[in-house]
C-alpha cells in the first residue's frame, strides 16, 4: 500500500515538472514567432509588442525567467526604437533587477548597453560612457565565447555613438572609428558557425562607413558599403537598409549627383514606413532629400521636407523634455540617489552662478563681456541688442523682412519656410559646417539670426529658458563655435544670399 503512495506522489511530481516544462515550451514557441526573420516587416512594431507582452505575462506567471528577461529586453529596444524613451527604461529598470538576481550575465550586459543609449540620446553623456564601462564588465563574465563577442560588439560600437553625438573631443572621428574597429574586430572574432556573423560584421561595416562619410573620405566609405552589401546580400528588405540608403543619399549630395540621391533618400523612407518604427531615421532621409532639392533649386520641395523633418523632430523634443522631467521616477532607489548625488549640486552651483551674474549686472555698467560656462549664452543676449548695423540680418527688402520677423512673433507654423524661401543659401552654409544640425537646429539659428534672444525664444518655443541655453550650447558644439564667440555675432557673418 506504501508503495502505491510512494508511485502516486512521484508520478504526480513528475506531471507537475513536465506540465512546467510544456508550459516553457510553449513559451519559447511563440518567443521564436516574436522574433523570427522578418518579424519587424512583416508583423509591425504594434504586433511585435502584443507577442513579446504576451510571453512575458506567461513568463511570470509560472516565474520562467529566461522568458520573462527575454520579452523585456525585446520590448525595450522595441520602444526604444520608436524614441518612446519612457517605456523602454521602465522596462530596462525590471529587467536589470531580475538579470542581477538570477546573473543572467548576457542580458545584463545587454540591458545596460540599451540604457546608455536612451542616456546618450537624452544628453546625459556622462551616464551614457558610465553605462558602457558596467556593461562591459559585466560581459567579461559571460561564459559563451560567441556571446561575449557580441556582447562586447555592441558595447564598443554604443560607446562610439556616444562620443559621436556628445562632440567635444578634438579628434573625435578619430575615436569614434577607434571604437567602431574594435566593435568589427569582436564581430571578427565570432565563430564561423556563428548563424548571426554576417549580420553583426555588416552593422559595424557600415558604421565606420558613416564615420568616413563624415570626414568626406568618400572613397573609403564606398568601400565599406560595398562589404556591407556583400554581407547582407540576401538580406535585402532588413532594418539594416534604412541607414545604408541614408548613407548612400548622403554620398550621393556630396558628388552633387543630387537626382540619385534623392532615390536613395526615398528608399530609406519606405523601409523606414515600412517597418514603422525609427523616426529618427525619417528625420535623416528627409533632412537628406531637403538638401537635395536644395542642390536641384526646387525650394518648394526642400521646403515640404524640411517641415516633415520639423515636425518629428519637435515631437521627439517633447516627448524627450517630458522623459527627462521623469528620469528620477523610472529608475530603481541607488539610481535615484546616485543621479541625486550629480544633479543637487549642480543646481546648487548654477543657482549661485545666476545669483553672481544678476549682482554684478545690477552693480556694474562695465561693457566687458564675462565668459561663464552656465552663462554664456545669456551673455550672447546681452550682446546681440548692441550689435552694429552692418552686423544686423540683410535690410534689401524690409518689407519682407518684417513679415519674417512679426511670423516668428506669433509663432507662425510658416515662419521657418518663409525664412528659408527668403535666405535659402544659410541653412545650406550652416549645413556644410556640420551635417549633423537638426532642423529644430536651424531653426533655432534662423531666430538667433534674426536676434530674438533667449527669453523671446523661450516664449516662442513654450519652453524654459535654460532648454534654450541647453539647446544653444548644443548648437555652439556642432557649430565648432569657439566659447569666447559670440553666436550671435557668428551667425550674422553667414552669407544668406538674400532672395
Known sequence: MRSKYIFCFIFLFYSLINGQSSQEKSIDSLWNLAVSKHSYAEKGSKEMLRLCTEVYYQSKSINYDRGTLRALVKMSEIYQNEQNYKESLSKINEGLVLAENTSNYVIWS???TLESGIYQELGYYDKSRENCRKALSIANQIAETDRQHIARS???RQTASTIDKENTLPNKYDSVRFYY????????????????KNKYLAKNVKNIASIYLLQNKIPEAEKYLTEFEALTKNEKNSVEYISFFTLKGNIENKKRNYDKAIEYFNHSIHLSEEY????????????????????????KNQAFYLTKAKKITDSLADAEKKIIDNIPSEHTENNENHLLFYVIPVLIIVLLLLSYFFFVRKKTDSKEETIIPVEQEKVADETSSDL????KPEDTDLNRLDHI?????????????????????FNQTLLSI?????????????LMKLNFDTKQIAVLKKTSVSSVESRKYRIRKKLNIDSSENIYKWLMKIQTNYK
Not at 514603422?276 to 525650394?299: F, N, T, V
Open 405 to 425: 520677423i512679426e511670423l516668428a512673433q506669433n509663432n507662425d507654423k510658416s515662419f521657418y519656410l518663409k525664412f528659408s524661401e527668403i535666405f535659402p543659401a
Open 181 to 196: 574597429d574594435k566593435a568589427y574586430a569582436e564581430s571578427k572574432a565570432l565563430s564561423d558557425v556563428f548563424p548571426q
Open 434 to 446: 556640420s551635417s549633423q544640425l537638426t532642423p529644430s537646429d536651424l531653426e533655432y539659428c534662423a
Open 154 to 156: 555592441n558595447i564598443f
Open 388 to 391: 552694429s548695423p552692418e552686423n
Open 110 to 112: 545587454d540591458l545596460l
Open 276 to 299: 514603422k518604427i525609427l523616426p529618427s531615421k525619417l528625420i535623416e532621409s528627409y533632412s537628406g532629400i531637403a538638401e537635395s532639392y536644395l542642390g536641384l533649386q526646387d525650394y
